[in-house]
């Protein structure tokens, strides 16, 4: 067998988690976001400040809280449904975690499982 070399840096970990979270909005019937190559600066800074957060112990629930803040600082309030072209941009995730639908809690502990797995990976054996 071949050794297989691939570098499992953070920006492997947030295409992980994006395409993973692109899958399950499809499945879920919800807007599928942009592929990974194709999101804002904005996003992609949120997606590697979320890496960098599960690699320093943070939960999911005080991700989410994280998140919720800097949607706010951004302009954003909770809305039906996401809108960011709408005055004020809309989103309806900007509720607690405890608030949140159990569909949308299980993204983020599969982002937070996939960060976990992975960065058992970036070490060689």
């Not at 499809?26 to 992609?44: D, Q």
């Not at 939960?59 to 996401?82: I, N, Q, T, Y």
């Amino acid at each position: 067998m071949g050794d297989t070399k691939i570098e499992i840096d953070d920006a492997f970990i947030a295409e992980a988690i994006h395409e993973f979270n692109r899958w399950l909005q499809c499945k879920a019937g919800e807007e599928v976001s942009p592929p990974f190559a194709e999101i804002t600066p904005a996003n992609l800074a949120r997606l590697y400040q979320l890496v960098r957060g599960y690699r320093n112990g943070i939960s999911p629930p005080d991700a989410h809280e994280l998140w919720c803040r800097e949607m706010a600082a951004a302009g954003f309030v909770w809305g039906p449904r996401k809108d960011p072209g709408a005055v004020p941009p809309t989103h309806p995730n900007l509720v607690r975690w405890r608030d949140l639908d159990w569909f949308q809690r299980l993204k983020d502990q599969m982002s937070w499982s996939i960060t976990a797995g992975l960065v058992i990976y970036r070490v060689e054996p």
